[in-house]
């Protein structure tokens, strides 16, 4: 295992070198060079993590102890990296997809400036680094770096066409809402030091004893807010249908292989704070199944193709933190994973459709594309059975994975769920339907333009759709096809202290499990159906929604009412300190004191008359002060 420990510092650092070759030589190198170094520094660090998984496959969890980040009187922490089962799981996910987005970027953006299209790949190679670190890190405090390095990233690449001022502000908000949420999870680590002393893993769930019922409701409901700014759930989720302006690789990155995973991994690596603390456990499955269907209610009647995605990623992560709600740990990995094989194909097949339409993404304006770009719609179909939850593909293992634990726990929760399933297979075959079948709704000239991708985009489409396809088989439980749940074995480790505090667990009979899969399929079904048969033959028209889908157009005017609670007041607040407070009070006394120090100096100038009687007086003037103070002294 020490050569493992010998190697593990590779797997961050190979992209930090990528960053710092495109970054520094970007004036320098071709674009080809630029995209083998930014993808192949994410190759080689895949590698790296496919040696450290087969490590690590036995349940072996070991820590790689380099220097000493933080070394004061009663508190040290190190800069430390843990490999075990459920960072190996994550290193595979952010490598080997981060590599095929790297991949199809190479011809995505081969129109951008050389330079650009170097700097480009630098803030891909550093987003990877920074999810790298934020995964791999054996301590709150090495997470938290990550976790900023991420926030950082998706600035930097929302925002990167920055000459359009619509894409700074969505790169602003991302920031900003990010902050917000990594505040709560910064106080969550000062509490935990404040408590146990440490900030290292084993050495805070060694050491719960120290920690009350209170301490830790509080410390997991500050981290579950750090959560939700960087997962996007309720109330923090707005800004990642706004980060739909940048690059679509970049919009595969963060919600499939990076940033909103963050969230599930930060609470399924702390699993033993949350279950002892059943009441954040109940928050977690209620904020994680609101944001599930009422991102779901918001992309039925979205029409811009990114933001069908986006919403659909909001409502995934929603059903992943319902997981983790329920105790369901595993069970939220399995989603993340195959969750990122899907999302992955939708966001690049919906870049190849975009690439295709020169770059029109309202799929009112699409249609027909199924006869013109073959590869991508057949990559795209799959990906739409997958997240779906049609059997045998993926996202039904995961997805139904989750909702049988949230059976267990509630069957209310079972239920919103399933109706946010269906809602999830009728949007997603709307948005289908609608680009790919029925006549072509576009220009002429865009009708003229259709093709398939190059294969340096339809590649990673085929592996990933083959990712789709067959990912859900590590997890099939034993009541399908008598199969084993190897994910669950291979996690088991992790998850070994919550299972142990869990004093009762009423497991399902085969039967309500069939009946349960039976439903769901069926419900998801019955609207792929309906879906399919409605917008097949969809014809374009000028209507405009009213009443309820005028509403969901609009997304339930979320953005609107914290425009007008929050941004409105905080600028008017902001412009009055401007104009009142800085500009009359602050700049109005120091510029105060200018101007009387300026006046009294053209006052005491005059003294300086010439004249010598003036200067006598003045002397005895003097004279007299002095005898009259030391008088009375």
């Not at 905080?570 to 009055?576: C, F, M, Q, S, T």
Request: hydrophobic share 50%; glycine share 10%; aromatic share 12%.
């Amino acid at each position: 295992m020490s050569n493992v420990l010998q190697l593990v510092w590779l797997i961050p650092a190979l992209p930090l070198i990528g960053f710092l070759l495109n970054g520094l030589g970007r004036k320098m190198l071709s674009k080809t060079m630029a995209g083998i170094v930014g993808s192949g520094t994410v190759l080689l660090a895949f590698l790296v993590s496919l040696y450290v998984f087969f490590q690590v496959k036995g349940g072996n969890s070991h820590v790689a102890h380099y220097f000493n980040f933080i070394n004061i009187e009663g508190l040290k922490i190190g800069f430390d990296f843990q490999v075990d089962p459920l960072s190996s799981i994550f290193l595979l996910i952010i490598t080997g997809v981060g590599f095929l987005i790297h991949v199809y970027s190479t011809s995505y953006m081969h129109e951008e400036d050389p330079k650009d299209f170097a700097k480009y790949f630098a803030h891909l190679n550093l987003f990877v680094f920074s999810m790298l670190l934020l995964v791999m890190g054996a301590n709150y405090v090495i997470m938290f770096i990550g976790w900023e390095g991420v926030g950082l990233c998706s600035y930097l690449l929302i925002g990167y066409w920055f000459k359009n001022t619509n894409y700074n502000n969505a790169a602003k908000k991302a920031f900003i809402m990010n902050r917000i949420g990594d505040l709560g999870f910064l106080l969550a680590v000062f509490w935990l030091i404040s408590k146990t002393g440490s900030a290292d893993y084993h050495e805070v769930f060694a050491n719960l004893s120290k920690l009350t019922t209170r301490d830790i409701t509080g410390i997991t409901l500050l981290l579950f807010v750090g959560a939700t700014g960087k997962s996007a759930q309720i109330p923090l989720y707005t800004w990642l249908p706004d980060a739909m302006a940048g690059p679509t690789p970049v919009s595969a990155l963060i919600h499939a292989a990076t940033m909103v995973t963050a969230g599930i991994y930060m609470i399924a690596r702390s699993n033993v704070l949350y279950t002892m603390a059943p009441a954040t456990q109940t928050v977690v499955a209620v904020v994680g199944l609101a944001t599930a269907i009422l991102a779901a209610t918001i992309a039925l009647k979205q029409n811009d193709i990114k933001k069908v995605l986006a919403y659909s990623t909001v409502s995934q992560l929603g059903y992943m933190f319902l997981g983790l709600g329920v105790g369901a740990f595993t069970g939220a990995v399995f989603h993340v994973m195959t969750h990122a094989f899907f999302k992955a194909l939708l966001f690049l097949g919906g870049g190849s459709v975009i690439h295709a339409m020169g770059g029109e993404q309202d799929i009112r304006n699409m249609g027909g594309l199924k006869k013109h770009m073959r590869i991508t719609h057949i990559t795209f179909l799959l990906a739409c059975f997958a997240i779906a939850g049609m059997p045998p593909f993926s996202g039904f293992f995961s997805k139904d994975e989750i909702l049988a634990a949230a059976y267990e726990k509630n069957p209310v929760l079972w239920g919103i769920g399933v109706a946010g399933a269906m809602m999830t297979a009728f949007y997603m075959f709307r948005l289908y339907a609608m680009t790919f079948l029925g006549n072509f709704r576009g220009t002429h000239e865009q009708e003229h333009h259709l093709h398939e991708s190059p294969a340096a985009m339809t590649l990673p489409l085929i592996v990933l759709a083959i990712l789709s396809v067959i990912g859900g088989f590590i997890g099939v439980p034993e009541v399908f096809m008598h199969g084993g749940h190897r994910l669950e074995e291979f996690l088991a480790p992790v998850f070994a202290q919550s299972n142990a505090l869990i004093k009762e667990h009423h497991a399902l009979s085969h039967s309500q499990e069939y009946m349960l899969m039976g439903i769901s399929v069926a419900a998801a079904l019955a609207a792929l159906a309906f879906a399919w048969n409605k917008f097949s033959k969809y014809r374009k028209s000028d209507k405009e929604e009213a009443g309820l889908g005028k509403v969901l157009e609009n997304k339930w005017y979320v953005d609107e009412l914290y425009d007008s609670i929050i941004v409105k007041p905080v600028l008017a607040i902001g412009k009055y300190f401007n104009n009142v407070v800085e500009k009359r009070g602050i700049d109005g006394f120091v510029n105060g004191v200018g101007r009387a120090v300026n006046y009294g100096s053209r006052q005491i100038r005059l003294l300086q008359s010439g004249q010598v009687g003036a200067y006598v007086l003045m002397m005895v003037l003097g004279i007299l002060v002095f005898f009259i103070v030391q008088l009375f002294l």
